[in-house]
């Protein structure tokens, strides 16, 4: 087992973009600061995608203009086109992810076209993204297990897509359970298959934790040497257009599980505990974190 596994934080984009109510630059900023001072080191900040399409981060390009370069923290955001890249170069975010799908019909009601048109975009936002910039480029797989409107997802069909997308040059690969339908083995029986082609070190995990198996899962796939693992403080989140899609892993009971396993992280619990606390009573939810709510025992 690796004793080291990179965390990337996507509270701000992820765990915020299902909000009903349109929250302010300055609170978003607040929550990335926390989680910098928390000693998270990689966070996705926002996504630059149509203000009707996702209105709670409308305001991305304001809030990645007024973010202060941090020596620790590597900041990303989301990107479904060239439109979306030029701005996020405009504000100075230099890594980026960009997002298809295992399911065609997530595919459709996600981003508005097939999973073929995806990838060509997909080519075409990786090579603009190279011409102008040095940074880490991240592909999404949506829907990697399962799908609201398909069901479970073929492995093959995953493995197909995530070849592609490799081939694209994409520098990490996620493979994204949307819904949280997946189980321990069916998680790492996935990952092992993408791995038979491209090399675990390039795989990530982005779980929701909608039937509680999202520890479970990544426990399963710890000795496989997968790079790193999505994860949002309190377990916020949700996606507006995949129907029954809850919170994500919480950040918190992530950094615990994998601090009792002997993988360091670099993060502080309480620190980031109290973070969780402060978000989950600004955006007036419940804490989904089962370590945010019981505290660190010793």
């Known amino acids: 087992m690796s004793d080291r596994l990179r965390i990337v934080e996507v509270s701000p984009r ?10 302010p630059v300055a609170l978003k ?32 390009d304001e809030l990645a203009s007024l973010l202060k370069p941090s020596g620790t923290a590597r900041y990303s955001a989301l990107v479904p086109n ?25 595919c459709q009601k996600n981003i508005g ?35 609201p409107y398909e069901g479970r997802m073929d492995t093959q069909r995953v493995v197909d ?12 690969i996620v493979l994204a359970d949307t819904i949280g339908v997946a189980s321990p083995l069916m998680t790492r029986q996935l990952v092992k298959s993408v791995a038979e082609h491209i090399p675990v070190g390039q795989l990530a995990l982005h779980l929701h934790d ?24 309190a377990g916020l989140g949700g996606c507006p257009y995949a129907p029954g ?10 950094v615990y599980l994998l601090e009792g396993c002997g993988v360091a992280t670099g993060v502080d619990l309480e620190c980031l505990i109290e973070t969780g606390r402060f978000i989950s009573e600004q955006v007036q939810r419940p804490n989904q974190s089962r370590v945010g709510i019981a505290g660190v025992p010793f």
């Open 29 to 60: 900023l607040e929550l990335i600061n926390r989680l910098v001072a928390a000693g998270l080191r990689e966070i996705e900040v926002t996504a630059f995608v149509r203000p009707e399409r996702l209105p709670q981060l409308a305001d991305a």
């Open 161 to 172: 897509v995530a070849v592609k997308l490799a081939e694209l040059g994409s520098d990490e």
């Open 14 to 23: 992820d765990g915020l973009q299902s909000e009903p109510r349109i929250l």
């Open 82 to 106: 060239k439109q979306g890249l030029e701005r996020a170069a405009r504000t100075g975010i230099e890594h980026i992810a960009f997002f298809t799908a295992a399911s065609e019909s997530f």
């Open 113 to 147: 076209c097939s999973i073929g048109q995806s990838l060509l975009r997909c080519q075409a936002l990786h090579d603009q993204f190279r011409q102008q910039a040095s940074g880490r480029f991240r592909a999404y797989i949506s829907c990697a297990f399962g799908c």
């Open 245 to 254: 899609a809850t919170g994500n892993l919480a950040t918190e009971d992530l």
């Open 210 to 233: 909608t039937r509680g198996q999202a520890l479970a899962n990544i426990y399963s796939c710890l000795d496989l040497g997968i790079a790193a693992v999505d994860a949002s403080v």
